[in-house]
């Protein structure tokens, strides 16, 4: 019993590296879930690759006994290990590594972590990430009133404490009476300068890249995509307080 709860212990560590690490549709998700169910999805997947290994062993033997090199890797492996069950760890391993391969291509990096944000990361996340993807800008209310409008640099990751980065267009302020927008400041006119003298090969006097804004994302109260044009026809309190 001994040896089987080594190894048991040692397909857990696997089960671990393959949900975290391999697989693409499981290692976004790992971040948005309670480490107690993150433990027993990687006991649960050891314990398949487990059973797994025990069943494929014979035929991985038989294969690797078709080419020398591969019979001394395993020979070498068997003699590291200290128990019995190295035949099945290594089917099981490579089983698990198979596994993670197909979804991988089923789900590419994009694509797990757009279904992790859509099932786990909640309102807030998924409309930072749908902006980001269709580049789109977002106007951010702050709890401290202050307000962002820009496109999402970076979006949101499912592990907390979580940030936002975005390049910011205009900033303002609400009032603390109607909650009505103040806005102060346009970005606009300071990129346009950047990228004018990017454009004639000058020294720019800053880069883009420092304007990036990163918020923290408990400190957003709400969020909501943005429209200039449609803000200034319909929402805008009066010509001198709406941006052009």
Not at 1 to 7: E, Q, T, W, Y
Not at 170 to 190: C, D, F, K, M, V
Request: charged share 15%.
């Amino acid at each position: 019993m001994g040896d089987l709860g080594a190894a048991l212990i040692v397909f857990g560590v696997i089960g671990y590296v393959i949900l975290r690490h391999c697989c693409h549709r499981t290692h976004f998700r790992w971040d948005a879930l309670e480490w107690q169910q993150n433990v027993f999805e990687s006991t649960a997947i050891g314990l398949a690759l487990f059973a797994a290994g025990r069943l494929t062993a014979p035929l991985f033997r038989a294969l690797a006994g078709s080419f020398q090199p591969s019979v001394r890797v395993v020979a070498y492996v068997e003699n590291q290990l200290p128990f019995p069950f190295t035949g099945t760890v290594v089917a099981g391993l490579f089983v698990g590594l198979l596994v993670a391969l197909v979804a991988n291509l089923r789900w590419p990096r994009d694509a797990a972590l757009a279904a992790a944000v859509r099932h786990h990361g909640g309102s807030l996340r998924i409309l930072l990430h749908d902006a980001h993807r269709t580049n789109r800008t977002v106007m951010l209310t702050l709890s401290n009133r202050k307000v962002y409008v820009g496109w999402v640099f970076t979006p949101p990751t499912l592990r907390g404490p979580s940030h936002v980065v975005m390049f910011p267009t205009l900033s303002g302020h609400r009032s603390s009476e109607t909650l009505a927008i103040a806005w102060t400041t346009n970005y606009s006119p300071a990129y346009e300068e950047i990228i004018e003298h990017k454009e004639k090969n000058e020294e720019a006097p800053t880069d883009l890249q420092h304007f990036q804004l990163v918020v923290p994302l408990d400190t957003v109260a709400s969020a909501t995509y943005f429209d200039i044009d449609i803000y200034n026809r319909h929402f805008a309190p009066g010509p001198q307080q709406a941006p052009e």
